[in-house]
């Protein structure tokens, strides 16, 4: 896994893991291997305004509203240790998912687009209005106002309203779950399927990638699980 950041330029650095290129450079970095604590530019961005990542892949909305993506599997629809490149149809985006089977951008007209960094681009059915999207297993999920909403990724089913997550915002989401921050500041998750998965936590500020979370409850003590997935290098950004 690999960590990322921007800087006050908009620039892009990464650390950690690069066995897919996902620090943006060539798979063996000279001199270092395939891991590294030290963060890594990646080339090409000057002007991010958010970054998504995901185990092998990650990408960037820049501020013109449109998205820039580096590392991922051969074969996987993303450019294994190339530079990365801008996405071919997506424009007007203000926020970006990433997960591990595809990947979603959510444009200022409301709508939600899934798509593949080498080009394939589909529209989220029946999902419009979004306020703000999250990864949710192998789909997305979505708020809309006070409602959210999650669909698979090969939109078999409509989306279904997910009443456990009624009225929180702030949504991340990992491979099992997604969760989201309610008015009196507790984390709420539920599965896929929009069952409640653990009780409310209260929480100044709560993280998802991948599989792992971590979250920062009001009396400063750390929640962490599946944190040893992350690796060694988490933090040292």
Request: hydrophobic content about 40%; some cysteine.
């Amino acid at each position: 896994s690999q960590s990322g950041a921007i800087v006050e330029s908009g620039a892009v650095w990464c650390g950690g893991s690069n066995a897919a290129g996902q620090l943006g450079t060539k798979v063996d970095i000279p001199g270092v291997g395939q891991m590294t604590s030290t963060p890594v530019q990646v080339k090409g961005i000057t002007d991010a305004t958010a970054i998504a990542l995901d185990s092998t892949r990650a990408c960037a909305l820049r501020k013109n509203g449109t998205v820039m993506c580096w590392g991922g599997e051969p074969g996987a629809g993303m450019q294994d240790g190339n530079a990365a490149h801008a996405v071919p149809k997506l424009a007007n985006v203000k926020q970006i998912a990433i997960g591990s089977d595809r990947s979603y951008a959510l444009h200022t007209n409301g709508t939600i687009t899934s798509f593949i960094p080498d080009g394939f681009a589909l529209p989220v059915k029946l999902m419009t209005s979004v306020d703000e999207i999250a990864i949710g297993g192998g789909g997305v999920c979505a708020r809309m106002g006070a409602v959210v909403k999650c669909v698979n990724g090969w939109q078999r089913e409509p989306p279904a309203v997910v009443d456990a997550l009624a009225g929180t915002s702030e949504l991340r989401g990992t491979s099992d779950a997604v969760c989201g921050f309610s008015a009196d500041h507790s984390v709420h998750c539920a599965t896929m399927s929009g069952a409640a998965a653990g009780a409310p936590t209260k929480a100044r500020l709560f993280a998802m990638a991948g599989p792992s979370s971590l979250l920062v409850a009001d009396d400063g003590s750390t929640v962490c699980d599946r944190c040893a997935s992350l690796g060694p290098y988490v933090g040292q950004l």
